[in-house]
């Protein structure tokens, strides 16, 4: 969703998103030149998919603070994962994850119990800045394959259109999560 998402913001288009059965997946985008230089469109979209789970984690356990802004963000949550089910997923288990997800929160939601909306984003924070961590093998990849093709990884993308090499892009996304964690979770703590 990350890279569809930042395609959008960079001028391009978010065509669709396959998920598949490990919830796993693959954006289908378009990137232009329309408000960058393409080659830095590409780098941004490739870093926008490896950096949206941290970014979103971030949101999400800095919007946990307070009830108020807990059950908002949940509500806006599962808006968005509704949205996104009509427009962009085009997979079974895209469908089938997503809708799940969509249920569970609007049940959470009609509980109107402040404490589980809080617990439920907190949850969902850490386990979208831990995706980060999960991938580490592919942030530090330059290729992989994918139904029997050889790909770039969004690393080697990074690199091939800015400076530096897929490993120096790898620890860039890893310290910037890192980061994000350490803020997002400091800013719920602050008193």
Do not use: C
């Not at 997800?101 to 509980?111: D, H, M, N, P, R």
């Not at 924070?125 to 990884?153: D, M």
Request: proline share 2%; charged share 10%; hydrophobic share 55%.
């Amino acid at each position: 969703m990350g890279h569809g998402l930042t395609a959008i913001l960079a001028g391009g288009s978010f065509n669709y998103l396959e998920i598949y059965e490990n919830g796993g997946g693959v954006a289908y985008s378009t990137v232009t030149n329309k408000f960058l230089p393409i080659h830095i469109a590409k780098a941004i979209v490739a870093a926008g998919g490896l950096l949206g789970p941290a970014i979103a984690g971030a949101v999400l356990i800095a919007g946990a603070k307070k009830p108020k802004s807990a059950a908002i963000l949940l509500r806006l949550l599962t808006g968005a994962i509704i949205v996104s089910l009509i427009i962009w997923i085009r997979s079974f288990w895209g469908v089938v994850i997503l809708s799940f997800f969509a249920v569970v929160f609007l049940i959470i939601t009609f509980l109107k119990n402040k404490k589980i909306e809080t617990a439920t984003l907190l949850f969902l924070g850490l386990q979208a800045v831990f995706s980060t961590y999960l991938q580490l093998n592919y942030l530090f990849t330059k290729q992989f394959e994918r139904g029997g093709i050889s790909q770039n990884s969004d690393t080697q993308t990074i690199a091939e259109n800015t400076f530096g090499t897929y490993w120096i892009w790898g620890a860039v996304i890893v310290a910037l999560s890192i980061l994000m964690l350490w803020k997002s979770i400091r800013f719920y703590f602050k008193e």
